[in-house]
Protein backbone atom coordinates (compact mmCIF):
# COMPACT_ATOMS: atom_id res chain seq x y z
CA UNK A 1 0.00 0.00 0.00
CA UNK A 2 1.16 3.66 -0.42
CA UNK A 3 0.67 6.60 1.53
CA UNK A 4 1.92 10.12 1.35
CA UNK A 5 2.44 12.29 4.87
CA UNK A 6 2.54 15.73 4.40
CA UNK A 7 4.06 17.20 7.41
CA UNK A 8 2.56 21.01 7.44
CA UNK A 9 -1.51 21.66 6.68
CA UNK A 10 -0.99 25.52 6.64
CA UNK A 11 1.95 27.45 6.01
CA UNK A 12 1.97 31.41 6.53
CA UNK A 13 5.15 33.31 4.53
CA UNK A 14 6.01 36.84 3.67
CA UNK A 15 5.85 37.97 0.46
CA UNK A 16 9.36 37.13 -1.13
CA UNK A 17 10.56 34.53 1.51
CA UNK A 18 11.73 31.43 0.63
CA UNK A 19 9.36 28.44 1.24
CA UNK A 20 9.59 24.29 1.93
CA UNK A 21 6.73 22.30 1.85
CA UNK A 22 7.35 19.10 3.19
CA UNK A 23 6.16 15.35 1.72
CA UNK A 24 7.03 12.10 3.14
CA UNK A 25 5.55 8.76 1.16
CA UNK A 26 5.57 5.18 1.52
CA UNK A 27 5.82 2.64 -1.39
CA UNK A 28 6.43 -0.61 -1.48
CA UNK A 29 7.05 -0.56 -5.64
CA UNK A 30 8.45 1.79 -7.88
CA UNK A 31 8.25 5.25 -7.37
CA UNK A 32 6.32 8.49 -8.93
CA UNK A 33 5.72 11.46 -7.25
CA UNK A 34 3.85 14.67 -8.22
CA UNK A 35 3.16 18.03 -6.63
CA UNK A 36 -0.26 19.30 -7.64
CA UNK A 37 -1.47 23.37 -7.14
CA UNK A 38 -5.34 23.69 -6.48
CA UNK A 39 -6.11 27.55 -6.41
CA UNK A 40 -9.64 28.65 -5.21
CA UNK A 41 -12.65 27.21 -6.72
CA UNK A 42 -10.21 25.62 -9.29
CA UNK A 43 -9.00 21.80 -9.94
CA UNK A 44 -5.82 20.29 -9.75
CA UNK A 45 -3.22 21.66 -11.52
CA UNK A 46 0.26 19.51 -12.07
CA UNK A 47 3.27 21.86 -10.66
CA UNK A 48 5.95 19.54 -11.26
CA UNK A 49 6.42 15.09 -11.46
CA UNK A 50 9.69 12.81 -10.72
CA UNK A 51 9.53 9.68 -12.60
CA UNK A 52 12.76 8.41 -13.07
CA UNK A 53 16.73 10.10 -13.44
CA UNK A 54 17.64 13.45 -11.93
CA UNK A 55 16.35 13.78 -8.78
CA UNK A 56 16.03 17.68 -8.34
CA UNK A 57 12.66 18.23 -10.46
CA UNK A 58 11.89 21.74 -12.05
CA UNK A 59 8.81 22.35 -12.42
CA UNK A 60 5.95 25.42 -13.23
CA UNK A 61 6.18 29.17 -11.37
CA UNK A 62 10.03 28.69 -10.20
CA UNK A 63 8.94 25.50 -8.05
CA UNK A 64 11.38 23.04 -7.84
CA UNK A 65 11.33 19.36 -5.68
CA UNK A 66 14.14 17.02 -4.68
CA UNK A 67 13.48 13.25 -4.62
CA UNK A 68 15.46 11.66 -1.68
CA UNK A 69 15.02 8.10 -1.44
CA UNK A 70 16.83 7.14 1.52
CA UNK A 71 14.87 9.81 3.48
CA UNK A 72 11.84 8.67 1.09
CA UNK A 73 11.04 12.45 0.87
CA UNK A 74 9.76 14.77 -1.81
CA UNK A 75 9.62 18.31 -0.76
CA UNK A 76 8.44 21.51 -3.09
CA UNK A 77 10.75 24.24 -2.76
CA UNK A 78 10.97 28.02 -4.10
CA UNK A 79 13.49 30.51 -3.43
CA UNK A 80 10.88 33.95 -3.06
CA UNK A 81 6.99 33.57 -3.48
CA UNK A 82 4.52 35.66 -4.30
CA UNK A 83 0.97 36.62 -3.25
CA UNK A 84 0.11 35.01 -6.59
CA UNK A 85 1.33 31.43 -4.72
CA UNK A 86 -1.18 31.49 -2.23
CA UNK A 87 -3.08 27.73 -2.50
CA UNK A 88 -2.94 24.31 -1.12
CA UNK A 89 -0.29 21.87 -2.83
CA UNK A 90 -1.12 18.62 -2.70
CA UNK A 91 1.95 15.84 -2.87
CA UNK A 92 0.97 12.64 -4.70
CA UNK A 93 2.38 9.51 -5.63
CA UNK A 94 1.09 7.04 -8.54
CA UNK A 95 0.61 3.49 -8.13
CA UNK A 96 1.95 0.98 -10.59
CA UNK A 97 0.57 -2.31 -11.13
CA UNK A 98 -3.02 -2.25 -13.11
CA UNK A 99 -4.74 1.16 -12.40
CA UNK A 100 -1.80 4.17 -12.41
CA UNK A 101 -4.32 5.63 -9.54
CA UNK A 102 -2.97 8.72 -7.52
CA UNK A 103 -3.06 8.72 -3.54
CA UNK A 104 -2.90 11.81 -2.25
CA UNK A 105 -1.16 13.70 0.92
CA UNK A 106 -3.77 15.99 2.97
CA UNK A 107 -2.41 19.11 1.42
CA UNK A 108 -0.88 22.10 2.48
CA UNK A 109 -2.06 25.66 2.53
CA UNK A 110 0.51 28.07 1.48
CA UNK A 111 -0.48 31.76 2.75
CA UNK A 112 1.67 34.41 1.60
CA UNK A 113 1.55 37.76 3.04
CA UNK A 114 2.44 41.17 1.67
CA UNK B 1 -6.81 22.21 -26.43
CA UNK B 2 -9.89 22.43 -24.58
CA UNK B 3 -9.17 21.14 -21.12
CA UNK B 4 -11.64 18.37 -18.88
CA UNK B 5 -14.67 19.37 -18.25
CA UNK B 6 -17.11 18.73 -16.00
CA UNK B 7 -21.14 19.43 -15.49
CA UNK B 8 -22.70 20.56 -13.78
CA UNK B 9 -19.96 22.69 -11.23
CA UNK B 10 -22.81 22.75 -8.14
CA UNK B 11 -25.31 20.21 -7.83
CA UNK B 12 -27.35 21.00 -4.72
CA UNK B 13 -29.43 17.66 -4.20
CA UNK B 14 -31.84 16.27 -1.38
CA UNK B 15 -31.04 13.41 0.97
CA UNK B 16 -32.60 10.03 -0.74
CA UNK B 17 -32.50 11.57 -4.55
CA UNK B 18 -30.33 9.95 -7.29
CA UNK B 19 -27.80 12.54 -9.12
CA UNK B 20 -25.60 12.50 -12.34
CA UNK B 21 -22.24 14.07 -12.57
CA UNK B 22 -20.70 14.53 -16.26
CA UNK B 23 -17.13 14.24 -17.36
CA UNK B 24 -15.94 14.84 -20.77
CA UNK B 25 -11.75 14.24 -21.01
CA UNK B 26 -9.27 15.66 -23.17
CA UNK B 27 -9.45 14.58 -26.59
CA UNK B 28 -7.90 11.43 -27.36
CA UNK B 29 -7.04 10.51 -23.81
CA UNK B 30 -7.92 7.19 -23.15
CA UNK B 31 -7.31 7.01 -19.38
CA UNK B 32 -10.36 8.69 -17.10
CA UNK B 33 -10.29 8.68 -13.30
CA UNK B 34 -12.86 10.03 -10.72
CA UNK B 35 -11.63 10.92 -7.14
CA UNK B 36 -13.40 12.77 -4.11
CA UNK B 37 -12.07 15.84 -2.32
CA UNK B 38 -13.77 16.23 0.94
CA UNK B 39 -13.02 17.40 4.75
CA UNK B 40 -12.76 14.61 6.54
CA UNK B 41 -10.76 12.45 3.84
CA UNK B 42 -9.24 14.64 1.24
CA UNK B 43 -8.70 13.45 -1.98
CA UNK B 44 -9.63 10.16 -2.45
CA UNK B 45 -9.60 7.57 -5.81
CA UNK B 46 -12.34 6.15 -6.71
CA UNK B 47 -12.34 4.98 -10.42
CA UNK B 48 -10.27 4.21 -13.03
CA UNK B 49 -11.50 3.98 -16.32
CA UNK B 50 -9.25 2.16 -19.70
CA UNK B 51 -11.23 2.83 -22.80
CA UNK B 52 -14.94 2.02 -21.94
CA UNK B 53 -13.72 -0.90 -19.39
CA UNK B 54 -13.56 0.13 -15.64
CA UNK B 55 -10.44 -2.49 -14.25
CA UNK B 56 -10.40 -0.90 -10.62
CA UNK B 57 -13.48 0.03 -8.85
CA UNK B 58 -12.18 0.11 -5.71
CA UNK B 59 -12.49 3.38 -4.30
CA UNK B 60 -16.61 3.39 -4.98
CA UNK B 61 -17.74 4.01 -1.37
CA UNK B 62 -20.81 2.07 -1.27
CA UNK B 63 -23.01 0.06 -4.32
CA UNK B 64 -24.87 3.28 -4.56
CA UNK B 65 -21.99 4.66 -6.90
CA UNK B 66 -21.82 3.67 -9.78
CA UNK B 67 -20.10 5.06 -13.53
CA UNK B 68 -20.35 4.09 -16.72
CA UNK B 69 -17.97 5.56 -20.00
CA UNK B 70 -19.22 5.47 -23.37
CA UNK B 71 -17.06 5.83 -26.32
CA UNK B 72 -14.03 5.96 -25.02
CA UNK B 73 -15.23 9.30 -23.72
CA UNK B 74 -18.01 10.81 -21.68
CA UNK B 75 -18.04 9.05 -18.14
CA UNK B 76 -21.20 9.93 -16.13
CA UNK B 77 -21.02 8.85 -12.33
CA UNK B 78 -24.45 8.34 -11.01
CA UNK B 79 -25.07 8.29 -6.45
CA UNK B 80 -28.33 7.03 -6.08
CA UNK B 81 -30.05 7.56 -2.60
CA UNK B 82 -27.83 10.59 -2.03
CA UNK B 83 -26.89 10.87 1.75
CA UNK B 84 -25.51 13.70 3.32
CA UNK B 85 -21.71 12.16 3.60
CA UNK B 86 -22.15 12.18 -0.09
CA UNK B 87 -21.23 16.33 0.19
CA UNK B 88 -18.03 16.91 -1.39
CA UNK B 89 -16.44 17.83 -4.75
CA UNK B 90 -16.25 15.34 -7.35
CA UNK B 91 -12.74 15.36 -9.47
CA UNK B 92 -12.82 14.23 -13.17
CA UNK B 93 -9.34 13.66 -14.61
CA UNK B 94 -7.58 12.12 -18.23
CA UNK B 95 -4.31 11.16 -19.18
CA UNK B 96 -3.53 10.03 -22.72
CA UNK B 97 -2.77 6.23 -21.92
CA UNK B 98 -2.83 5.98 -18.71
CA UNK B 99 0.77 4.52 -16.94
CA UNK B 100 2.45 7.14 -15.53
CA UNK B 101 1.42 9.70 -18.16
CA UNK B 102 0.11 13.57 -16.37
CA UNK B 103 -3.44 13.46 -14.98
CA UNK B 104 -4.94 16.30 -15.89
CA UNK B 105 -7.71 17.41 -14.06
CA UNK B 106 -11.20 18.81 -14.60
CA UNK B 107 -13.05 22.22 -12.35
CA UNK B 108 -15.14 19.41 -10.25
CA UNK B 109 -19.12 19.41 -9.42
CA UNK B 110 -19.44 20.50 -6.29
CA UNK B 111 -22.31 18.17 -4.47
CA UNK B 112 -24.21 19.42 -1.89
CA UNK B 113 -26.91 17.08 -0.11
CA UNK B 114 -29.53 18.40 1.77
Known amino acids: AQSVTQLDSQVPVFEEAPVELRCNYSSSVSVYLFWYVQYPNQGLQLLLK??????LVKGINGFEAEFNKSQTSFHLRKPSVHISDTAEYFCAVLSGGSNYKLTFGKGTLLTVNP | GAGVSQSPSNKVTEKGKDVELRCDPI?????LYWYRQSLGQGLEFLIYFQGNSAPDKSGLPSDRFSAERTGGSVSTLTIQRTQQEDSAVYLC????????????FGPGTRLTVL
Open chain 1, 50 to 55: YLSGST
Open chain 2, 27 to 31: SGHTA
Open chain 2, 93 to 104: ASSLTGSTDTQY
